[in-house]
């Protein structure tokens, strides 16, 4: 097999900066040193986290620190936002291109009596913000979005789509999987009550860290949907009624989020627009060259409005077979099947074949692209 090329980062960063990892390495050592008195004047993994906050605050430009809530992961903490801000009776709007972390909860609350909408898209899932106000109904709650589609890669109009909401006098969600550390996301400007957010793809952390910031509204709104020992108010029968502390149970995945601190100062240091130019020049370059292949392109044809995400439909043979040739002749990894987005695949017209898809991150090279673009055009023949 060839030098393996690794073009799977809508799932999950693989190398992270050198100074990330420099950064965890002094972590942890100076963790084995000081255990016992961090451990006893109760030191370390609050500093830990006061500094990841004060960055992730900053990144989002989020007005309070304290409303940043760590969680294992955006799914986790859309599962909480959800759970913790709807009950029975309320309506949801919602989006036909939703990740699985927003339409499996969505679905499991119908049962329990909350119903939900998803908002009309054209063919490469844009979500069209004017019928927003003609779907809002006397109980609906909350619109929850993603701020990019994981399968079709297209960007949505927040800033259109929240203010309408707004006006409705809805809570605004927004799920930054795909678009954080790509796109400058600026939480007052795009009138976004909650931010979900997960460490590991374009924010270069850790697995095991995310999470969501809560404006004053949604602070005031959302309760406690997960549970238990905070290590603060231990006399209490009920969660803090302090953010972050009512919001974030159990032991922290203090390496995870000493890894968010780092990545986010490594991203802020390069420019988040630079490193959002090298991905969108690669992915238009793939494009580009894909119209000439037998392939189906989906999502948008402008790099503009996606981002680093692009998945195909062969022609002839399944997505399954063209991943694993990718893989077992070329060593490219991608992704193929339907990326836990059944949804976005129903919109596409592909939830019968599923795709195969490529997705480009901060250390992809050009190299790289033109390489997967020749296996490309030996495997399918043209």
């Known amino acids: 097999m060839a030098e393996q090329i690794y073009l799977n980062h809508a799932a999950t960063s693989l190398k992270k900066p050198s100074t990330v990892i420099e950064s965890l390495v002094s972590y942890l050592q100076q963790n084995e040193e000081n255990t016992l008195q961090r451990s006893f004047l109760g030191q370390g993994a609050a500093e830990n986290a006061f500094e990841a906050?004060?960055?992730?605050?900053?990144?989002?430009?989020?007005?309070?620190?304290?409303?940043?809530?760590?969680?294992?992961?955006?799914?986790?903490?859309l599962n909480m936002i959800l759970k913790g801000g709807l009950h029975p009776g309320d309506h949801v709007l919602t989006t036909a291109v939703e990740h699985n972390a927003v339409s499996r909860p969505l679905e499991q609350l119908r049962r329990q009596g909350i119903d939900y909408t998803r908002l009309p898209c054209d063919s490469t899932g844009r979500v069209d913000p004017t019928a927003i106000p003609q779907l809002i109904r006397p109980n609906t709650r909350m619109l929850v979005?993603?701020?990019?589609?994981?399968?079709?890669?297209?960007?949505?109009?927040?800033?259109?789509?929240?203010?309408?909401?707004?006006?409705?006098?809805?809570?605004?969600?927004?799920?930054?999987?795909?678009?954080?550390?790509?796109?400058?996301?600026?939480?007052?400007?795009?009138?976004?009550?909650?931010?979900?957010?997960?460490?590991?793809?374009?924010?270069?952390?850790?697995?095991?860290?995310?999470?969501?910031?809560?404006?004053?509204?949604?602070?005031?709104?959302?309760?406690?949907?997960?549970?238990?020992?905070?290590?603060?108010?231990?006399?209490?029968?009920?969660?803090?009624?302090?953010?972050?502390?009512?919001?974030?149970?159990?032991?922290?995945?203090?390496?995870?989020?000493?890894?968010?601190?780092?990545?986010?100062f490594w991203i802020k240091e390069q420019g988040v627009s630079a490193l959002a130019d090298k991905e969108r020049?690669?992915?238009?370059?793939?494009?580009?060259?894909?119209?000439?292949?037998?392939?189906?392109?989906?999502?948008?044809?402008?790099?503009?409005?996606?981002?680093?995400?692009?998945?195909?439909?062969?022609?002839?043979?399944?997505?399954?077979?063209?991943?694993?040739?990718?893989?077992?002749?070329?060593?490219?990894?991608?992704?193929?099947?339907?990326?836990?987005?059944?949804?976005?695949h129903e919109v596409a017209g592909t939830l019968a074949t599923g795709a195969v898809r490529f997705s480009f991150g901060w250390d992809t090279t050009e190299k790289e692209i033109d390489t997967a673009l020749t296996a490309l055009q030996k495997i399918l023949g043209s």
């Open 281 to 344: 020049a690669l992915t238009r370059r793939f494009i580009e060259a894909l119209h000439q292949l037998p392939v189906q392109v989906l999502g948008p044809d402008s790099s503009e409005e996606r981002v680093p995400v692009v998945s195909v439909v062969p022609q002839v043979g399944s997505c399954d077979e063209l991943a694993f040739a990718l893989f077992s002749e070329y060593g490219i990894v991608t992704r193929t099947g339907l990326h836990c987005a059944p949804w976005a």
């Open 145 to 264: 979005m993603t701020h990019a589609s994981n399968v079709l890669g297209t960007i949505q109009p927040v800033a259109e789509c929240f203010a309408a909401a707004k006006a409705g006098g809805l809570l605004t969600v927004l799920d930054t999987a795909q678009t954080a550390g790509f796109l400058p996301i600026d939480m007052a400007a795009l009138k976004a009550d909650v931010i979900a957010f997960t460490g590991h793809k374009g924010l270069l952390a850790l697995t095991g860290i995310g999470g969501f910031i809560l404006n004053e509204t949604a602070a005031a709104t959302i309760q406690p949907w997960l549970t238990g020992g905070t290590g603060s108010f231990s006399e209490l029968a009920e969660m803090p009624p302090v953010l972050p502390d009512r919001f974030e149970p159990g032991t922290p995945n203090d390496i995870g989020i000493r890894s968010l601190s780092a990545s986010l």
């Open 53 to 77: 906050r004060e960055a992730v605050a900053d990144f989002f430009a989020a007005k309070d620190a304290s409303h940043v809530i760590f969680t294992p992961n955006v799914t986790t903490a």
